[in-house]
């Protein structure tokens, strides 16, 4: 497949769950990947296989809530691929995952530094590029946590409400431009992150029941499934500005299996 031939794109928390799939789906369009987080030894693995799959795939290690290794991120691209057309914004954190009150200060901080700043931060540094350019895809994922208030999932929940704003806010900005932004809720996957989550208790966290419940009626989503509608939201002939996409909208999944095949 050649939807994606010539675009260059990064993809942020790159190595596992969804982040992996979103880079083996843009990757499998015909997009050069540079796929970005913190733990090499993930990345590589995901490089290799790319490569396996005669895909383009570089792995370029960065704490995303961390400016300079940002700016190196974006730099590293544009030497060693080309400038970036497409950048999926998924690194995130879940923790802490516990009421308020007992919740570890220092990580509910880094949750909303990561989640949002994570967000931001390569955004920024990417954008006056796209604009030069005319062109630009950025696709921020986001979480029914944004609208759906969790007990134990303050950070998370904030952080991820904070996501769909900053999208929405951006998009006006990049209106008109040739550069689009929109934000994605892929559901309930089965995921590492998820996995986290099904084994705390629900003390912790009340939905804890529901969520192992879904695992063993199998019930989870595939991430490659949510990978394959990202990768739709990246095409230069999806124009889509602003909007907050979710998993359940039966439009954007027809939309979905029209432009891309099975």
């Known amino acids: 497949m050649t939807l994606l031939k010539g675009q260059v794109a990064i993809v942020t928390g790159g190595g596992r769950g969804l982040g992996r799939a979103v880079a083996e789906a843009l990757a499998a ?4 990947v540079v796929v970005a987080s913190r733990n090499a030894p993930e990345l ?13 795939a570089l792995a370029q290690t960065a704490d995303v809530s961390d400016d300079r290794q940002v700016q190196e991120l974006v730099l590293a ?17 879940i923790e802490p995952v516990a009421p308020l009150a007992r919740s570890d200060a220092a990580l509910w901080l880094r949750n909303v530094g990561v989640n949002i700043g ?6 920024r540094a990417i954008i006056p590029g796209m604009l030069e350019r005319g062109f630009g895809r950025i696709v921020n994922i986001s979480s029914g ?5 969790s007990h134990g999932l303050t950070a998370y929940a904030a952080s991820k409400a904070g996501v769909v ?42 939905r804890a029941d529901e969520y192992r419940q879904m695992e063993t009626e199998g019930k989870l989503i595939d991430p490659r499934r949510a990978a394959r509608v990202i990768a739709y939201l990246t095409l230069p002939e999806t124009r889509r500005n602003g909007q907050t996409l979710s998993y359940e909208d039966a439009d954007l999944t027809g939309a979905v299996d029209e432009a891309l095949p099975a």
């Open 44 to 56: 590589d693995e995901v490089v290799k296989s790319i490569r396996r799959t005669k895909g383009h």
């Open 165 to 206: 704003q900053l999208t929405r806010s951006l998009a006006l900005e990049l209106e008109g431009t040739g550069v689009t932004a929109v934000s994605y809720h892929p559901g309930s996957m089965d995921t590492e992150m998820q996995g986290r989550l099904r084994r705390r208790s629900t003390a912790d966290f009340q």
């Open 145 to 149: 946590a944004a609208t759906q208030p």
């Open 118 to 123: 994570g967000t931001y931060l390569p955004t």
């Open 29 to 32: 369009l015909g997009a050069s």
């Open 77 to 93: 691209t544009e030497r060693w691929v080309g400038p970036a057309t497409i950048l999926v914004n998924n690194a995130g954190v």
